[in-house]
């Protein structure tokens, strides 16, 4: 039987938050480590919480690497919530230099220390919708605030994937989009209203 919305556990994420945000709006999700059931997904959400080296080495290990790689090869939607949005890129600078799933060139670069503002960014922010047409953006009111915890982001090298931009001083990208592959540095899971338009979003899609 083919798993619809498949939640990847590599044991570092709010899994259960983010199963609960999906069943909010409808949609059931299941959570698995087995990479043939997240091969098997329709849609699938890499979410994560932690450090980006040891979140990388657990998806190698198990092999749910190659089955994430595959399924977005496929051309299915996949999403990923905030280190599942990092993962996707060539390489973070997180505590040493750490190779990613490289879907996207890019570097995760830490915060530049700014007077006045904390390390790690925590709390909402508002967006700036620079792909409006993205499919996860659909029914949300005008400048969207989002929840962030995060000291990295992804320093694109591609600013066509950039769907939405907030700003921590400066500007940097909150959100890709690229055919079947959607991305966050937020949490949805952790959004309230707006976060459970998002899941909806993705589960239609």
Same mark, same amino acid.
């Given at each position: 039987?083919?798993?619809?919305?498949?939640?990847?556990?590599?044991?570092?994420?709010?899994?259960?938050?983010?199963?609960?945000?999906?069943?909010?709006?409808?949609? +059931?999700?299941?959570?698995?480590?087995?990479?043939?059931?997240?091969?098997? +997904?329709?849609?699938?959400?890499?979410?994560?919480?932690?450090?980006?080296?040891?979140?990388?080495?657990?998806?190698?290990?198990?092999?749910?690497?190659?089955?994430?790689?595959?399924?977005?090869?496929?051309?299915?939607?996949?999403?990923?919530?905030?280190?599942?949005?990092?993962?996707?890129?060539?390489?973070?600078?997180?505590?040493?230099?750490? =190779?990613?799933?490289?879907?996207?060139?890019?570097?995760?670069?830490?915060?530049?220390?700014?007077?006045?503002?904390?390390?790690?960014?925590?709390?909402?922010?508002?967006?700036?919708?620079?792909?409006?047409?993205?499919?996860?953006? =659909?029914?949300?009111?005008?400048?969207?605030?989002?929840?962030?915890?995060?000291?990295?982001?992804?320093?694109?090298?591609?600013?066509?994937?950039?769907? +939405?931009?907030?700003?921590?001083?400066?500007?940097?990208?909150?959100?890709?989009?690229?055919?079947?592959?959607? =991305?966050?540095?937020?949490?949805?899971?952790?959004?309230?209203?707006?976060?459970?338009?998002?899941?909806?979003?993705?589960?239609?899609?």
């Amino acid at each position: 039987m083919t798993a619809d919305i498949v939640i990847i556990d590599y044991g570092m994420a709010n899994l259960r938050s983010v199963q609960k945000a999906f069943e909010a709006v409808g949609a +059931a999700a299941e959570i698995t480590s087995d990479p043939t059931r997240v091969r098997d +997904a329709t849609r699938l959400v890499l979410p994560g919480v932690g450090a980006f080296r040891d979140a990388i080495a657990r998806l190698r290990d198990t092999g749910l690497a190659d089955a994430v790689v595959e399924h977005i090869d496929d051309g299915l939607p996949f999403l990923g919530i905030c280190l599942g949005y990092q993962m996707l890129f060539t390489r973070s600078h997180e505590d040493g230099l750490h =190779a990613g799933l490289d879907v996207f060139p890019g570097e995760v670069v830490r915060f530049t220390p700014t007077p006045g503002l904390k390390i790690p960014h925590m709390g909402w922010n508002p967006l700036r919708l620079t792909q409006p047409d993205c499919p996860l953006f =659909a029914d949300l009111p005008a400048d969207p605030a989002f929840y962030f915890v995060h000291s990295y982001y992804p320093a694109t090298e591609d600013a066509s994937l950039v769907a +939405a931009e907030a700003d921590y001083p400066d500007p940097f990208p909150a959100a890709i989009w690229r055919g079947n592959v959607f =991305a966050t540095q937020f949490h949805p899971e952790k959004s309230q209203a707006v976060g459970r338009v998002l899941f909806a979003n993705f589960a239609k899609l």
